[in-house]
């Protein structure tokens, strides 16, 4: 099945989190695609992660997105819940603002309390558009996907070095290369392909043509 989008979206909650989702599919479409990345808070109320949003930028410019193309909201991190109303006004500006045709967000299979807040909200503001749920490995809970995504060796390594770009988390074993690669073989066995990013099919919305 070929699927396409001219306006994608990628949705995440902190900083990491769409690369370590779908990095390698980030760097598959984004000379292909209007892509725009969206990242609720960007972590800069723990003084500990002070480097994160520089460590961001300099991640996604490996895979090909440039400054222009990166958004970093200021939600709290770990009060997402409180603050779910005011996440949901945000979107709704956004798919005003942007109308995307895909929306990246994640997994409905992660505990994060942020994360699933994100996806809860994306659900209710992006109605009518195709939502795709990507795994951030730390706090999936009985993920297993369903909409397989080809991606190639080259991609892959782009996504090794993006991650490798924070620094601040270079001791977390999901961001280790061999963890990186092994999820995406993992998920080509799966499509039996070399390569391939997994998704929640959360929402598909399409036409049929024979």
Do not use: W
Not at 111 to 137: K, N, S
Not at 190 to 210: C, K, Q, S
């Amino acid at each position: 099945m070929r699927f396409y989008g001219r306006k994608v979206l990628f949705l995440g909650a902190h900083p990491d989190d769409i690369e370590l989702g779908c990095g390698a599919l980030l760097a598959h479409i984004a000379s292909q695609a209007e892509v725009l990345c969206v990242t609720l808070s960007d972590n800069q109320k723990n003084p500990a992660l002070k480097d994160l949003v520089g460590e961001h930028r300099r991640s996604m410019a490996e895979l090909g997105v440039g400054p222009e193309r990166i958004v970093l909201g200021k939600f709290e991190t770990r009060y997402f819940p409180r603050d779910r109303q005011q996440i949901l006004e945000y979107l709704y500006d956004l798919n005003r603002q942007h109308r995307p045709d895909i929306v990246f967000v994640h997994t409905q299979s992660d505990i994060h309390q942020d994360h699933g807040v994100t996806t809860v909200e994306a659900m209710r503001a992006f109605r009518g558009t195709t939502v795709l749920g990507f795994d951030v490995l730390r706090s999936s809970y009985g993920f297993f996907p369903q909409f397989l995504v080809e991606v190639t060796a080259a991609d892959a390594e782009k996504k090794v070095r993006a991650l490798r770009q924070y620094t601040t988390y270079c001791d977390k074993y999901y961001f280790d290369p061999d963890v990186i690669r092994a999820t995406l073989i993992r998920q080509g066995a799966l499509a039996e392909v070399p390569f391939a990013e997994g998704f929640d099919a959360i929402r598909v919305v399409g036409t049929f043509a024979a």
